[in-house]
């Protein structure tokens, strides 16, 4: 049994480089030492070995005795809460994640696409004609909007308003990069906490979230409400329990970091490779203005999440043996699949750089060759949720609105948090814009 090998620099170095150039970084690990390699970060005693190959992600991810990467969610953890379902283990994850798929499927999703699409409708109305504007953040608001009213269900205009800020505040808060590297130095060295003033942002955010709790169960026509809160609060475990007030706070707050940034990092991606090759924009724009169905569409934002796969890294410890190549990796160790090396093989994806939506509407490529939610009993329970949402933004947007790139240069890459987000926003400029209810009339 032995490691891949890999970068020989010291730790901080690799982290600072997996920090400020995540894909160079995986890039030319590629380049030297294969599919498979291994990585020293700050903060961790233990290499994490990244793996590209879609049969060795299969063995990963189908495996339910792997477990978690301890201490590899850094500062999400004491904002998720215990009980977030993306951190509990077992038995206890596999229960939560029963109990909170119904909310995401079916017919249950497809009741929220009129708060989507009016959330979508009120941003688009806000954006100014002829002047570049990043799209990333206008995205971002449009995800908390959809969060706030279709998985939390405030309707009160006062909490409404003070929760849209005060969320707005400690995500963008949690995003930077300089509290990583904060956090991964102090857990290096021993330093003071360096997310207290994060802790306090969240405590003022549960008071809110607590009393909109206590007024759900409180509710008589809790049943006839459609949000996600009252469906968690309704909701029973095999042995008849309900979720308690502060693991409903922890599933709240969980589906908040999972769906808010992912999916508005998505769309602006998907908007800034979508504005760099007309083609497809033009024959996605006639194909929603003649309502010819989602397949296209579809086919765009699997392309765009293959291309620029927000989440980069879904790891696990191993509690078995795993082989990767002529490797032999033992329990215990830390192995995630590098999801963008992953989406940018040639042998699955001919020529991978280039943004082709076609790729997807005749055979899907292997499962485990295309995992921008991750895979397995851990794949993102809210998956199917964040394409559909993507679907009816995006048709809000290009049906309304006639879109063109503010600068040449393209779009970087840059780590928020857990993601790969654009670095400068994704500038666009809207060169002219339509109605809401004539987009309506004409879509109808």
Same mark, same amino acid.
């Given at each position: 049994?032995?490691?891949?090998?890999?970068?020989?620099?010291?730790?901080?170095?690799?982290?600072?480089?997996?920090?400020?150039?995540?894909?160079?970084?995986?890039?030319?690990?590629?380049?030297?030492? $294969?599919?498979?390699?291994?990585?020293?970060?700050?903060?961790?005693?233990?290499?994490?070995?990244?793996?590209?190959?879609?049969?060795?992600?299969?063995?990963?991810?189908?495996?339910?005795?792997?477990?978690?990467?301890?201490?590899?969610?850094?500062?999400?953890?004491?904002? /998720?809460?215990?009980?977030?379902?993306?951190?509990?283990?077992?038995?206890?994850?596999?229960?939560?994640?029963?109990? /909170?798929?119904?909310?995401?499927?079916?017919?249950?999703?497809?009741?929220?696409?009129?708060?989507?699409?009016?959330?979508?409708?009120?941003?688009?109305?806000?954006?100014?004609?002829?002047?570049?504007?990043?799209?990333?953040?206008?995205?971002?608001?449009?995800?908390?909007?959809?969060?706030?009213?279709?998985?939390? $269900?405030?309707?009160?205009?006062?909490?409404?308003?003070?929760?849209?800020?005060?969320?707005?505040?400690?995500?963008?808060?949690?995003?930077?990069?300089?509290?990583?590297?904060?956090?991964?130095?102090?857990?290096?060295?021993?330093?003071?906490?360096?997310?207290?003033?994060?802790?306090?942002?969240?405590?003022?955010?549960?008071?809110?979230?607590?009393?909109?709790?206590?007024?759900?169960?409180?509710?008589?026509?809790?049943?006839?409400?459609?949000?996600?809160?009252? /469906?968690?609060?309704?909701?029973?475990?095999?042995?008849?329990?309900?979720?308690?007030?502060?693991?409903?706070?922890?599933?709240?707050?969980?589906?908040?970091?999972?769906?808010? *940034?992912?999916?508005?990092?998505?769309? +602006?991606?998907?908007?800034?490779?979508?504005?760099?090759?007309?083609?497809? /924009?033009?024959?996605?724009?006639? *194909?929603?203005?003649?309502?010819?169905?989602?397949?296209?569409?579809?086919?765009?934002?699997?392309? $765009?999440?293959?291309?620029?796969?927000?989440?980069?890294? +879904?790891?696990?410890?191993?509690?078995?043996?795993?082989?990767?190549?002529?490797?032999?990796? *033992?329990?215990?160790?830390?192995?995630?699949?590098?999801?963008?090396?992953?989406?940018?093989?040639?042998?699955?994806?001919?020529?991978?750089?280039?943004?082709?939506?076609?790729?997807?509407?005749?055979?899907?490529?292997?499962?485990?060759?295309?995992?921008?939610?991750?895979?397995?009993?851990?794949?993102?329970?809210?998956?199917?949720?964040?394409?559909?949402?993507?679907?009816?933004?995006?048709?809000?947007?290009?049906?309304?609105?006639?879109?063109?790139?503010?600068?040449?240069?393209?779009?970087?890459? +840059?780590?928020?948090?857990?993601?790969?987000?654009?670095? $400068?926003?994704?500038?666009?400029?809207?060169?002219?814009?339509?109605?809401?209810?004539?987009?309506? +009339?004409?879509?109808?």
């Amino acid at each position: 049994m032995s490691l891949p090998p890999g970068p020989s620099a010291p730790p901080a170095v690799q982290t600072i480089r997996w920090l400020l150039g995540p894909i160079a970084f995986m890039d030319g690990c590629r380049r030297r030492y $294969g599919d498979a390699f291994s990585v020293k970060f700050l903060g961790f005693q233990t290499p994490m070995v990244m793996i590209s190959d879609p049969e060795s992600i299969r063995s990963l991810y189908r495996s339910r005795e792997n477990g978690l990467p301890p201490g590899r969610t850094v500062a999400l953890e004491p904002v /998720m809460g215990p009980r977030s379902v993306l951190l509990l283990e077992g038995t206890d994850h596999l229960s939560r994640r029963k109990l /909170m798929l119904p909310a995401f499927h079916g017919e249950r999703m497809r009741r929220y696409e009129s708060v989507i699409a009016a959330a979508a409708s009120s941003e688009i109305d806000s954006w100014p004609l002829h002047s570049p504007f990043p799209i990333h953040p206008r995205m971002q608001a449009v995800t908390l909007e959809v969060i706030l009213r279709a998985v939390f $269900g405030v309707t009160d205009p006062g909490r409404l308003e003070r929760l849209r800020a005060m969320l707005a505040l400690m995500l963008a808060n949690m995003a930077s990069p300089r509290l990583q590297l904060r956090v991964l130095l102090a857990r290096r060295v021993g330093r003071t906490d360096p997310i207290e003033n994060l802790r306090r942002q969240t405590r003022a955010v549960d008071d809110l979230l607590h009393a909109e709790i206590a007024e759900r169960r409180a509710d008589p026509r809790l049943d006839e409400r459609d949000d996600i809160l009252s /469906m968690l609060v309704a909701a029973r475990f095999e042995d008849g329990e309900p979720m308690d007030d502060g693991e409903l706070r922890d599933q709240l707050i969980t589906l908040l970091l999972a769906g808010h *940034e992912t999916t508005a990092t998505a769309l +602006a991606w998907t908007l800034d490779l979508l504005l760099r090759n007309p083609g497809p /924009m033009a024959r996605l724009r006639a *194909e929603i203005g003649d309502g010819d169905g989602d397949e296209y569409l579809r086919a765009v934002i699997a392309e $765009g999440l293959r291309l620029r796969p927000v989440v980069p890294i +879904a790891g696990r410890r191993l509690g078995s043996e795993l082989r990767v190549g002529p490797y032999l990796l *033992e329990p215990g160790t830390d192995v995630t699949p590098a999801i963008w090396l992953t989406h940018t093989r040639a042998d699955v994806y001919p020529e991978p750089l280039d943004f082709r939506p076609e790729r997807f509407l005749g055979e899907a490529p292997e499962t485990y060759a295309w995992i921008p939610f991750g895979g397995g009993v851990r794949r993102c329970l809210g998956a199917a949720f964040a394409e559909f949402e993507m679907r009816v933004v995006l048709r809000e947007v290009l049906g309304r609105c006639e879109l063109r790139g503010a600068r040449s240069a393209p779009e970087r890459i +840059a780590r928020r948090n857990i993601t790969f987000s654009p670095r $400068g926003g994704t500038p666009v400029i809207v060169t002219a814009r339509r109605a809401a209810r004539e987009h309506a +009339a004409t879509a109808a």
